[in-house]
């Protein structure tokens, strides 16, 4: 007996490798996806203007990395003792301007240089409401907690959101001959739109994702991470306690799933390489200047250093300087 509908996927024709660069764009869901990433040695760069969870404002972010562009201060906006950008998320925001455009200009620097050159470029679509600036119609990433006054409220059709991204997807997809684009709709519900809108506002997100694939078919692919969470797991028990976002269970779930399409069994042999490491880093030892913890820091060491050999783009300094401090090697 069967009791879940569960999706199987087939093996991509495109392996995402260590050896390539990947951005990550879009929703909270972008960067579990992207932190995970980051945790098993990827070179992935997420979210450079913050999580953004519009279409529109994820084209913007894109184009902005596409111009490699720069913000100045008349970019920015003050309010409630902060500096802000409405382009980006609040965590840019600070009291002094100069570290806010610091900050900003950094990470888009930052962006803008692994978009140039990245192998996989992932979008992850969180809602199809976007807020725009009554004062100029622009379409804000981040409300940044200003009266509700300041913003008119719209749902962007299956059309807006196929013309936002269209456009900068084939500029960089020209640009970056090797540049893949995988599209996902985000599985967070946005319940503040209450139950129907939020069920069409991801349907407009699907029916959208689906065009742009057909629209850059060989280049761009659909991952369903939004139909593992509805329709495979489809259970209160794989979400937080708040009932909207995944749990990490469920995060665990996607994750699998998502590397059984898009990494290769070698790619997975070293997973497990940097896994035990990585685990072995985290381990706190009762006394570091015992003769069996040092036995076992010089391990982790020459571990680390064997698959630096094999593997010159991996990064292992956070973990090499914990045993270094810890253990006093």
């Known amino acids: 007996m069967q009791f879940r ?67 100045t201060q008349n970019d920015l906006h003050y309010y409630n003792e902060q500096w802000l950008s409405f382009a980006h998320h609040g965590s840019f925001s600070h009291a002094n301007a100069g570290q806010c455009l610091h900050n900003i200009n950094a990470a888009l620097e930052q962006g803008s240089a692994a978009l140039l050159q990245a192998q996989y470029l992932i979008i992850t679509l969180g809602t199809a409401f976007v807020y725009r600036l009554k004062s100029n119609g622009q379409t804000v990433a981040n409300c940044h907690k200003l009266p509700d006054a300041f913003f008119t409220r719209t749902r962007l059709t299956v059309p807006d959101v196929v013309a936002a991204l269209q456009p900068v997807l084939s500029r960089l997809l020209q640009t970056n001959p090797q540049l893949r684009v995988i599209l996902t709709v985000s599985p967070v519900r946005h319940w503040k739109d209450g139950a129907i809108n939020n069920q069409l506002s991801k349907a407009t997100l699907l029916v959208a994702a689906h065009e742009l694939a057909q629209l850059f078919q060989g280049r761009a692919d659909y991952f369903p991470a939004y139909e593992l969470v509805m329709d495979d797991l489809r259970d209160y028990r794989f979400y937080q306690p708040d009932m909207l976002h995944p749990a990490p269970m469920a995060i665990e779930y996607i994750w699998q799933k998502f590397s059984d399409v898009y990494f290769s069994a070698e790619t997975r042999d070293l997973m497990h390489k940097i896994e035990k490491i990585t685990k072995a880093c985290r381990h706190t030892p009762f006394n570091p200047h015992a003769h069996t913890a040092r036995q076992f820091a010089l391990q982790q060491t020459t571990a680390i250093k064997q698959l630096l050999q094999q593997h010159a783009g991996l990064n292992f300094e956070e973990e090499l300087q914990y045993l270094q401090t810890i253990y006093h090697l």
């Open 5 to 71: 509908t569960e999706i199987t996927l087939p093996a991509s024709a495109y392996p995402i490798a260590h050896a390539g660069k990947v951005v990550l764009l879009g929703s909270c869901f972008a960067q579990n996806m992207g932190q995970l990433l980051q945790d098993y040695k990827f070179n992935a760069v997420i979210n450079p203007s913050g999580i953004v969870y519009n279409p529109e404002s994820v084209a913007q972010t894109l184009q902005l990395l596409a111009d490699n562009a720069r913000f």
